[in-house]
């Protein structure tokens, strides 16, 4: 039996089956690319976010030392 007298062997609902199998694992394939696109992208955002929040912090230790020395020169008085 040659390569070419196999296909004509299988039967039809097979190939359908293997069809629509075919057809879900590249639907799979585009969810899971926009899965990891959508990752990224949220990756990056959260970065900038880190960012932003590491200075506000920054800025509320400043805000506290010069809080904490007003008071002591209130203090003094």
């Not at 506290?64 to 020395?69: A, P, V, Y």
Request: net charge positive; no cysteine; hydrophobic share 50%.
């Amino acid at each position: 039996m040659a390569n070419g007298d196999l296909i004509y062997s299988v039967p039809q609902e097979l190939i359908d089956k293997a069809g629509f199998l075919i057809n879900i694992l590249q639907a799979l394939g585009i969810v899971i690319i926009f899965y990891i696109v959508f990752n990224i992208i949220n990756l990056m955002i959260n970065k900038d976010k880190k960012r932003q929040l590491e200075q506000i912090n920054l800025h509320l230790i400043e805000i506290k030392k010069l809080l904490s020395s007003r008071q002591s020169i209130r203090r003094n008085y």
